[in-house]
């Protein structure tokens, strides 16, 4: 089942619903450089807490899904990891240092509105 | 490793996701913490991916080990792949040829208490790792040898 995107405002939302096979991570990765162009977004939240692992595939793929989105122009916030899938990233030492990260969608949004509000500040 | 053995033949990615599902069943079962048992799934993952990308399929066993009083999870990963050339690369920091990172085996090997690889060229790979119960590896530790006096 492809994970669910939701367009808010300048934003995409895409919100993980279990666990991923790696060609879902490979889609999700597809579909959101494809919208990003066509609705022109600002930023990506990717919501993992209905993530059961994150190994260092899933998080290599959300390191390319940053990456590319960034060279779309669009900056990329991962919400929800779990306490116990958080420290398994740590002590596996999945560098770690590319990742924005924020505890919830609400936060995340606010992080969104600042970053967008300072980008047409400095550019304007 | 017994009755509660559980193999999942890996041939697809769908097989690792079914395999981590068995190791965290497992360990709930047999009283491990969430944050293990994901510990755990998550060595799985990375071990069960291993045997997809290099060997193109295999299985992984997972079972109980330990006596009546101690308790541990046992992962064997088992191919007949290509086999590892040098485990000693391998087993250091971005060394990949599986088109990643390098991180899978160093990583899995510590998020696990031991980790083991068996390998010839030609023939295949067996990696074996375990991890003990929490309460149960603070026993292990007091009963070993060195310290009975």
Known sequence: MPVPILKQGDYLIASIQSALIDSEVLELRDDLADRIGRYRSQGIIIDVAALDVIDSFVARSLRNIARTARLRGAVTIIVGIQPDVAVAMVQFRLNLEWLQTALDLEEALAMLDRHTRERDRDGG | ?149
């Open chain 2, 1 to 149: 490793m017994a009755d509660e053995d559980v193999t999942v033949l890996i041939a697809t990615d769908a097989d690792i996701v079914v395999a981590r599902g068995e190791g965290r069943a497992l360990a709930g079962r047999l009283g491990f913490s969430r944050t293990d048992a994901t510990l755990i799934a998550t060595a799985i993952s990375e071990i069960g991916r291993n045997i997809l990308v290099h060997a193109g399929a295999g299985e992984v066993r997972v079972g109980r080990a330990g006596d009546d009083h101690r308790v541990a999870i046992v992962v064997v990963a088992r191919d007949e792949g290509p086999g590892i050339h040098d485990v000693k690369r391998a087993l250091e920091e971005g060394y990949a040829t599986g088109g990643g990172l390098g991180l899978g085996l160093p990583g899995s090997r510590r998020l696990m208490d031991e980790f083991d690889i068996e390998t010839k060229l030609g023939h295949g790979t067996t990696v074996t790792m375990s991890k003990w119960r929490e309460r149960d590896r603070h026993a292990v530790v007091r009963d070993a040898p060195d310290r009975d006096g």
